[in-house]
């Protein structure tokens, strides 16, 4: 049974950083696609950032550009999202998300990605 677990959210003050981490198991995903999205009360869940099986590509939405920066570790079956300058907008449900096919695209609509995490919570304060 495959899981993605998250885990590093919290609260923290606007201008600090967290870094998230989805550590999956399973089944590997060193050849598939890797996601954060998140989830706004009242609002729908929205891509944040996407990386290529490879490393090599990487998408980010423009509120977060310059801000965030995703990564991935095969060998431990992880990938994470390093978050600074964080502002109280980015306060929101954070999930983890991958695709089931290898060497596939980065995509960035949820009905696209087929595993997700439970959610973490990242609340930043003013």
């Known amino acids: 049974q495959v899981q993605l677990v998250e885990s590093g959210g919290g609260l923290v003050q606007a201008g600090g950083s967290l870094r998230l981490s989805c550590a999956a198991s399973?089944?590997?995903?060193?050849?598939?696609?890797m996601y954060w999205f998140r989830q706004a009360p009242g609002k729908e869940r929205e891509f944040v950032a996407g990386i290529g099986w490879s490393g090599g590509s990487t998408i980010y939405a423009d509120a977060v550009k310059g801000r965030f920066t995703i990564s991935r570790d095969n060998a431990k079956n992880t990938w994470y999202l390093q978050m600074n300058s964080l502002k109280p907008e980015d306060t929101a449900v954070y999930y983890c998300g991958a695709n089931r096919i290898s060497y596939g695209p980065v995509v960035t609509s949820t009905s696209l990605v087929d595993y997700w995490g439970q959610g973490t919570q990242v609340t930043v304060s003013s």
């Open positions: 399973g089944r590997t995903f060193m050849r598939a696609s």
